[in-house]
C-alpha cells in the first residue's frame, strides 16, 4: 500500500460518545430494572428468568446505585464492541482494504473494476460485473467516491 491512502472510520468524537451514550442508556435501564423486573415476571413466554432473578438478588444486596453502575459498565462494554466492529475503508493507488473487528478485505486494482455506493453501501465490482464485496462505511459518499477516483479507481455514481 502506498503512503497516500485515504481513510474513512469513526471519527474521534464518534469513538467516544457510543460508549458514553450506551453507558448513560445502560445506568438509566439499571435504575429502571426492579420495574422492568416486576414485570418480566408477569410474562410467562419470558425465557431469561434465571438471569433476571441474579439481578434482583444483587439489586436487593446492593441496591440501586449498584444497577446503575452494572448498567453503566455494561453499557461501555458494548460501546467498546460497537466500536471496535466499526468498519475502517483504507483507498490507495494499488489496493482497497476494509476492516471490520477483525475481518479484514483486501481487494487489489487488478481485482476491481468498479467502485459504487448504492443503497449507502460500499461495493466493489469486477470486470464480469460481478459483485466482490458489499459494506457500510463511515465518511460522506462523495468524499469516499472523490478519493477512489483521484487515486484512479473507476467509480460509479
Known sequence: ????????ELDHRARTLIPLALAGIGAALGWAFPAIASRLHEL?????A???SLLERVASAGGLVAMIAIGAIAGVLGGLLVVSHAPRLSISEREIIVRAGDA????ARSQV???AIE???????D??????FRSEFHGAPAEILGA???RGWKVKA
Open 44 to 48: 410467562p413466554w419470558f425465557p431469561m
Open 113 to 115: 473494476v468498479e467502485v
Open 148 to 150: 477512489a477516483e483521484s
Open 119 to 125: 443503497d449507502e453501501r460500499l461495493v466493489l465490482r
Open 127 to 132: 470486470d464480469a460485473d460481478v459483485e466482490l
Open 1 to 8: 500500500m502506498t503512503g497516500d491512502a485515504a481513510t474513512f
Open 104 to 107: 479484514r478485505h483486501r481487494f
Open 50 to 52: 434465571g438471569p433476571v
